[in-house]
Structure formats: C-alpha cells, structure tokens
C-alpha cells in the first residue's frame, strides 16, 4: 500500500476553517502530502473571491514546496436545479476541483444535490449521506468521485456509501474535510478510514492512491 497522501476537499478560514489557505498547505506538505485541494464552501456571492485568493497561496505554494495545491471549491447547500452552471462558472473562475457538498445525514442539505453533482463540472460529490442507487449509476457515469470521508458527523454512512457506490462502479476517494490542523490525515489513519467504510485492500488503493492520481492527470498535473 502507498504512503503517498491525497485529499481533494479541505477547508481554510475563507469559509469555515481555522488557517490561512497557505498555512493549511504548509501543514500538509510537512505532514506528508503529496496533493492538497482547497474547497471552501461557497454559493454564487463568495465563489469568486474564495478561488482568487485560494489560487495565488497555490501558486506560491507549488513553486517552492513539494506539494501539489489546488484552487477548489466546494458548492454547499445551493439549490440543486443552480450546480451544473455554479460549477461551469467555478470552471471559469479558476476552480481546478469542484466538490459539491452531498446530502449528509446531519446537515439540511436540498434533496436532489447528489443527483445534481452528476453533471460533467463536477469532480468530486462529498459525504452523500443516503447515496441512492439512481444517484450513484448517475455519478459513475458522469465519472464524479465519491468521498468516504474522516469527518465526524458526516462519515456516519460511510458504510452504506461504499456499499451503493461499489455496485454502480462509482470511483471512491478517502478526504479529510479538514476544518482544523488536527483534522490533516496521516497515510495511515486514510488507510484505517478506508478499512472501516468496509473497502478491501484492492478498493483503499485505488481509493486512496490511483483513483485521485487519475482525477490529477487528466487535469494535466501529473
């Protein structure tokens, strides 16, 4: 199993996290990460904003760490019929991830999002919650990840989301939803995450390895 660590969906104080977009890089990079993606939450008034400063601590970052840091965003509770053009236009505003923030089961998410993430935008749906069956084939199609995730609260249904997402072929990846310096994952804490949503050894590598390595190349980054 690889030790390198991926997590496309971490928060800054541009949203509700506690550092600064490059000290959150910082802290990754010396923990060991091989990528990081900064996915503030946001609607259509902070989205822009969010993504401008994101993108220059990025920027900065790449240049002189060995990490590699994305500008990304997280689309949270906007109505579902408005994701497909709020991600075409996150495309637009410099995004390199787009996440949409799924259904918990412990926040009042739109019913309708996770189906809504399926959409060509979108490269990642964050804790589904209830994943549906109809809502999983649509996402593997579309060829969004799925997250199981380590954040508390939202990583109660892990289990059943790696369940639906294994039979509609959906992709899995394993994110931290950081908020806090203690929420950055260690390789071996991905790993047990993975092994308690019930993923065999051949699911955690991908899930943790090849499946956020095959999102990177085809944004041209590896």
């Not at 990081?36 to 993108?55: K, S, Y």
């Not at 949270?76 to 410099?94: G, K, Y």
Request: aromatic residues 2%.
């Amino acid at each position: 199993m690889t030790n390198m660590l991926y997590d496309l969906h971490t928060h800054t104080f541009l949203s509700d996290g506690e550092l600064s977009p490059i000290e959150l890089i910082r802290r990754a990079a010396v923990a060991g990460y091989t990528a990081i993606a900064l996915t503030d939450h946001a609607g259509p008034g902070t989205m822009e904003r969010c993504l401008a400063a994101v993108a220059r601590d990025c920027e900065l970052a790449r240049q002189h760490w060995p990490i590699i840091a994305l500008p990304g965003i997280e689309l949270t509770h906007c109505p579902p019929e408005s994701i497909p053009a709020l991600a075409r236009q996150a495309r637009e505003a410099r995004a390199r991830v787009v996440v949409v923030h799924g259904e918990t089961i412990v926040e009042p998410v739109p019913p309708g999002t996770n189906l809504a993430a399926a959409c060509p935008e979108v490269d990642l749906l964050a804790h589904p919650g209830l994943l549906s069956h109809e809502a999983a084939e649509k996402l593997a199609a579309s060829n969004v990840l799925v997250e199981i995730t380590s954040r508390r609260g939202h990583s109660l249904t892990n289990g059943l989301v790696a369940v639906v997402a294994r039979q509609a072929g959906c992709k899995m990846v394993v994110n931290s939803d950081t908020h806090s310096p203690s929420d950055l994952l260690s390789p071996e804490f991905a790993r047990r995450v993975a092994a308690g949503a019930g993923l065999s050894a051949e699911e955690q590598e991908r899930a943790l390895k090849a499946n956020p390595e095959a999102l990177l190349a085809r944004l041209g980054l590896t």
